[in-house]
């Protein structure tokens, strides 16, 4: 891979260290200028190097050490595009078409397409290394089956499919985890329930940030046919090439004589325009014209296609998130009106309770009036007292009752 070498060392300075074990190569881009040589300094070391995976059209994979000054000279990025690939920060996820590259950064996989290669972020992620595996394994069985997906748009495949299917498989785990939570908790309302069913209605917020992400990228990229087209590396690259063709053919057409021009004798401005020159600005006019028109042609069919197929499993999963949470919403309507009806219950336990109170209060004065020490003629009858009890607790009860049958005419207790 000599595009990321740079330029060479100088004369005396020893070239980049290739290390066979595990298959690491080191390459710093600027060649690697040891210990030894305080006086030369390496220009990418400021911006740190980072262990790469370089994967091409035929399925061979190489572990590289490159710096950001490298990667961004080779695929001509801006810095920016690369910090959405630098673990170290956290970016929702992106698809970006680059005149050169395609950017993407889709949950763990954080990868650079060119039209030749594919330049992916070294992780032990599970992600990533199934990503590396598959890619590779596809790129070498259909080496010799015709294909009609460029590359770049097999492995933007390859990285939609895996995201995709990612992220479908944490859905489905958590309504494993949500549905009997939720059935537990509408059956026994405790705290411990309750706990279970806020952790995991915070997955589920954050899940549904992740596939809602995912879902506008692909939804934006499918509503603008120029980035669609700004995708189509090949097609670009097939272009630049016979342009250049072109130009080659043009400058070896032209005569001798008509590129020698006498220093003596001075040309006509008029003479000097050969039909040479004039087929060449007539191709360059029409080579422009192509450019322009080539974003609106149909090579934007296949990825509209690719990306419409995964435009509908992710907006599944994302329609299956939408449905546990308005389950979820359900059921804390549900508990909601549990909790209430037994705060009712409750409360009307207590208005019995308080009616209850006074009319043993009436019982309790009555009983007082007569402990006290006072002459009256009742207490000659020894039999007074007992009806005074028997009348004084009649007239309790059918005080009681009388607030019960208000109550239930007021409508506070249910009839």
């Known amino acids: 891979m000599e595009g990321f070498r740079g330029p060479h060392p100088p004369a005396g300075v020893p070239e980049p260290a290739v290390s066979h074990c595990n298959g690491m190569l080191n390459l710093d881009g600027y060649g690697n200028r040891g210990p030894g040589f305080p006086g030369l300094k390496k220009r990418g070391h400021a911006l740190g190097s980072r262990s790469w995976i370089k994967i091409d059209q035929d399925g061979n994979s190489k572990i590289l050490e490159l710096d950001k000054l490298t990667i961004m000279r080779h695929c001509s990025l801006p810095s920016r595009d690369l910090r959405l690939l630098d673990p170290l920060f956290i970016y929702p996820s992106t ?95 405790s705290t411990l329930n309750l ?4 952790r995991l209605k915070g997955h589920l917020l954050a899940l549904t940030q992740r596939v809602q992400k995912v879902h506008d ?23 630049l090439e016979a342009y250049a063709l072109g130009d080659i053919y043009f400058q070896n057409d032209i005569p001798a004589e008509t590129r020698v021009v006498s220093k003596s004798a001075p040309c006509s401005p008029v003479r000097t325009i050969s039909g040479a020159q004039k087929l060449q600005r007539a191709f360059s006019n029409v080579h422009g014209s192509l450019m322009s028109s080539s ?109 019960l049958f208000y109550f239930r005419y007021k409508k506070v207790f249910p009839s």
């Open 95 to 189: 698809i970006l078409g680059r005149e050169k590259a395609i950017v993407v950064s889709l949950e763990q996989i954080r990868c650079i397409i060119t039209a030749d290669e594919v330049i992916l972020m070294n992780s032990l992620d599970g992600c990533v290394v199934q990503y590396m595996s598959e890619l590779c394994k596809r790129l070498q069985t259909n080496r010799e089956q015709a294909d009609d997906l460029p590359f770049e748009f097999r492995a933007l495949e390859l990285t939609l499919e895996l995201t995709c299917t990612s992220l479908d498989a944490q859905v489905k785990n958590l309504e494993l985890e949500v549905y009997p939570a939720l059935d537990e908790l509408t059956t026994s309302i």
């Open 195 to 198: 706990e279970r069913v806020r």
């Open 217 to 239: 990228e692909i939804e934006h990229l499918m509503d603008d046919d120029g980035d669609m087209a700004e995708m189509h590396l090949t097609k670009k690259k097939q272009r």
């Open 295 to 403: 974003s609106n042609d149909g090579n934007i069919d296949q990825l509209e296609m690719l990306l419409e197929a995964y435009f509908v499993a992710i907006d599944n999963a994302q329609s299956k998130l939408f449905t546990l949470k308005e389950y979820i919403d359900d059921t804390e309507d549900l508990i909601n009106i549990k909790l209430g009806n037994v705060q009712n219950q409750l409360i009307q336990f207590e208005l019995l309770l308080t009616a209850a109170t006074f009319v043993a209060t009436i019982v309790a004065v009555v009983t007082g009036i007569f402990g006290m020490n006072f002459v009256a003629s009742i207490f000659d009858y020894p039999s007074a007292f007992y009806w005074v009890l028997i009348i004084s607790g009649f007239a309790c009860v059918l005080l009681y009752f009388s607030f």
